[in-house]
Each structure stands twice: as C-alpha cells, then as structure tokens.
C-alpha cells in the first residue's frame, strides 16, 4: 500500500474513532465530570503510548528533541485537549451526529484557511468555486444535523 492508501486509510479510521470517542468521552464526562474526563483521556493516552513509543523506537524518541522546536509546535496539545474537552460536552448535549458534523465544518473551515495562506508551513493551496461550494454545502448540512 502506497502512503496516499495508507494516509486515506488512517484518516477513515481515524472519522471511525472519533465518532466512538464522542459517544465515550460524553458519559463519562456525564459520570465523573467533564474536565475530569479530559485529565483521563490524556493519562490513558500516554499509559498506552508510552510503551508503544518505547517498544518501536527502542527509547525516547524524538522527546529529547521536544526542547529545540518552536513553543508554538506544543500548542497541538492544548488543541487536542480542549477538542476532547468540546466532545465530551457536547455529545450527550446535541448528540453524537451533531457534534461530529459540526467538528467536521469546523475542521474544513479551518483547514481551507490554513491551506490557503500556508500556515504553519504548509504548502499554499488555493479555493477554487467548487471548494468553497463544497466547505458552504457541508456546514448547512451540519447546521441541519441540530434539529431534532
């Protein structure tokens, strides 16, 4: 399998996942608190991370390394903390398809602008009219998933 496959593949899975994490995350931040929740989504993540990085990297890593890059690379943390924070809220609130559909608008949106001007180094894609007639179609819809 070429990287395209495999990136394709990674990034289905990762839609699975997140679908299942919303539904997870909403109860047992209904069970034992919201910023509760997010502390043991993190703790569990690193107790099965750590050995997987140890095992395949045979050490550390890259984690010597975490001093040299730019303190705002570390941000993705505090994002990735605060979108698990969002779902464990907003799942049971406005259900599993709304949150997912208005996580997906907002990732789309964001990502168009990021792709756009080339933040964060990457490479400058433009908007073309089906694009943005893609990004518009997909946040109506998302809209739409909140009606009950």
């Known amino acids: 399998m070429n ?3 495999v990136a394709t593949v990674l990034a289905l899975a990762a839609g699975l996942a997140g679908a ?3 539904a997870v995350q909403g109860r047992l931040g209904e069970r034992v608190g919201s910023l509760e929740a997010v502390l043991i989504a993190t ?3 690193a107790l099965a991370v ?3 990085l140890l095992l395949v990297r045979r050490g550390a890593g890259g984690l010597g390394e975490v001093g040299d ?22 799942g049971p609130r406005i259900g599993t398809t709304a949150t997912v559909a208005l996580l997906i608008a907002g990732q789309l949106v964001a990502a168009t602008a990021i ?4 933040w964060f180094g990457f490479d ?3 908007l073309d009219p089906m694009r943005a007639v893609g990004i518009v179609l997909l946040v109506v819809g998302a809209a739409m998933t909140l009606r009950r």
């Not at 792709?115 to 080339?118: K, L, N």
């Open 69 to 90: 890059v730019p303190r705002w690379m570390l941000v993705g943390g505090l994002l990735g903390g605060f979108i698990v924070l969002s779902i464990t809220i907003a």
């Open 115 to 118: 792709d756009r001007f080339g």
């Open 3 to 5: 990287g395209t496959a």
């Open 20 to 22: 299942g994490q919303i």
């Open 50 to 52: 750590g050995p997987v």
């Open 124 to 126: 400058r894609i433009g």
């Open 43 to 45: 703790v569990v993540t």
